[in-house]
Nanobody, 114 residues
Framework: QVQLVESGGGLVQPGGSLRLSCTAS????????MAWHRQAPGKQRELVAT???????NSADSVKGRFTISRDNTKNAVYLQMNSLKPEDTAVYYC????????WGQGTQVTVSS
């Protein structure tokens, strides 16, 4: 049974930082590319950042220079370091893994507000 469990969300003031974590089980983690997506209220889910099996990263223009994706294959975990947070970053953040099949986590809420 595949499980992706996100953690680290919460309420933060504009300009603050959060670090999201996603721990995977039931998959061969090192063989899966990983990604973070987010969905704000009333909007479509959007891709935030990706990291491939060889560590190549990519991110959306809206978060470039502020968010960093990383992975630790020894812990079956992927992270999203979010700095200089803005109110428009408020969303539910989802972890995704894919190889032949794709899997989603349940999401973690991030709220940026003063």
């Amino acid at each position: 049974q595949v499980q992706l469990v996100e953690s680290g969300g919460g309420l933060v003031q504009p300009g603050g930082s959060l670090r999201l974590s996603c721990t995977a089980s039931g998959i061969i983690f090192s063989r899966n590319s990983m990604a973070w997506h987010r969905q704000a209220p009333g909007k479509q889910r959007e891709l935030v950042a990706t990291i491939t099996t060889d560590g190549t990263t990519n991110s959306a223009d809206s978060v470039k220079g502020r968010f960093t994706i990383s992975r630790d294959n020894t812990k079956n975990a992927v992270y999203l370091q979010m700095n200089s947070l803005k109110p428009e970053d408020t969303a539910v953040y989802y972890c995704r893994a894919w190889d032949i099949f794709g899997y989603w986590g349940q999401g973690t809420q991030v709220t940026v507000s003063s």
